[in-house]
């Protein structure tokens, strides 16, 4: 028998489809050992209007015993198709059935509604690709502050290097000094930049 509950066809019969099926079955073999019962008494009865039968009542019971046993054999591999075929296409709902008083819980969509569904669809996928470009720009970003974090540390090492030797030759603060170096070559730009405004005014004249 099918382990299958099949709940929603027990909601609309008032019966799960595997009893209406098992109570067939019990049925049938009922009746067949009814029927065999009915032929072996037939038979005996037969058997005592014939004089000097070598056929005896147990031989008798034993043939009716083994031609049971065979139909029942028989009838368990034919039902056992019947019930394939009952339990798919004659007791089964389809799924795309709903039941009288499941109609309310029935959702249908109008044109309308599938218009806006699509409409927001749309509208996330954009989100999504705006989202996605948003992080590779953000990856790219925090590529190059890498890089300028690598510079800044090798120019620090530099600066570091600088003043060690610095103060290996005697110079006591090399913050001070490279400051006093920058003033210095402003003045002398300055300087470089009077001389030759002045050598272009005496061309001039």
């Given at each position: 028998?099918?382990?299958n ?17 098992l109570?067939?079955?019990t049925t049938?073999?009922?009746y067949l ?12 009865k037969k ?6 039968c070598?056929?005896?009542?147990v031989?008798?019971c034993?043939?009716?015993?083994k031609?049971?046993c ?6 368990d ?10 339990l798919?296409?004659?007791?089964r709902?389809?799924s ?22 699509q ?8 989100k999504y ?13 925090l590529?190059?502050q ?8 090798q ?25 006093s170096m920058?003033?210095n070559?402003r003045?002398?730009?300055?300087i470089?930049?009077g001389?030759e405004?002045?050598?272009k ?5």
């Amino acid at each position: 028998m099918s382990v299958n509950p099949m709940t929603y066809e027990a909601q609309f019969f008032g019966f799960t489809p595997q009893t209406c099926m098992l109570r067939i079955y019990t049925t049938f073999q009922d009746y067949l050992f009814e029927v065999m019962q009915a032929v072996e008494q037939v038979i005996l009865k037969k058997l005592d209007g014939i004089p000097h039968c070598d056929i005896s009542p147990v031989q008798i019971c034993k043939c009716t015993e083994k031609f049971l046993c065979f139909m029942k054999g028989y009838f368990d591999n034919l039902f056992s198709k019947m019930e394939q075929l009952f339990l798919q296409l004659i007791l089964r709902i389809p799924s795309n059935i709903l039941l009288p008083e499941d109609k309310c819980k029935e959702t249908s969509y109008s044109e309308e509604d599938f218009q806006q569904l699509q409409k927001e669809i749309e509208q996330l996928q954009e989100k999504y690709k705006t989202e996605l470009c948003t992080k590779q720009a953000l990856l790219a970003e925090l590529e190059e502050q890498k890089i300028v974090q690598a510079k800044l540390k090798q120019t620090l090492t530099s600066f570091d290097e600088l003043q060690n030797v610095g103060r290996d030759h005697g110079t006591s603060d090399f913050r001070e000094s490279l400051v006093s170096m920058v003033q210095n070559s402003r003045k002398l730009q300055n300087i470089r930049d009077g001389v030759e405004k002045e050598s272009k005014r005496l061309k001039i004249y």
